[in-house]
């Protein structure tokens, strides 16, 4: 089975940065879009970057400029750099890939990791 594991959350100050990582492991024939959701308390769940096989990227408007998202196809892993960081970017943060388990599938399926949080505050 496959198995998404983020690593990277934590407590930062107003301004400071944190990185995120995501590896993907177990039945992968290949993977297409990566990418990185979060949901605040009380609030839906959003996309926040994402990132195609080819390396087009995506981002929401408010995070523009400040995050950057990155994947090494040789481990199977998503990265989200997270520069000047708000208190508004607390939340928790979620990967997905969108994998091809055999070269015997057409569908892509969509697994999610299990969220690591993220907290922004003085």
């Known amino acids: 089975q496959v198995q998404l594991v983020e690593s990277g959350g934590g407590l930062v100050q107003p301004g400071g940065s944190l990185r995120l990582s995501c590896a993907s492991s177990?039945?992968?024939?290949?993977?297409?879009?990566m990418g990185w959701y979060r949901q605040a308390p009380g609030k839906q769940r959003e996309q926040v970057a994402g990132i195609t096989s080819g390396g087009s990227t995506n981002y929401a408007d408010s995070v523009k400029g400040r995050f950057t998202i990155s994947r090494d196809d040789t481990k199977n892993t998503v990265y989200l750099q997270m520069n000047s960081l708000k208190p508004e970017d607390t939340a928790l943060y979620y990967c997905?890939?969108?994998?091809?388990?055999?070269?015997?599938?057409?569908?892509?399926?969509?697994?999610w990791g299990q969220g690591t949080q993220v907290t922004v505050s003085s």
């Open positions: 177990g039945r992968i024939f290949s993977i297409n879009a």
């Open positions: 997905i890939a969108d994998i091809r388990e055999t070269p015997f599938m057409n569908n892509l399926r969509r697994f």
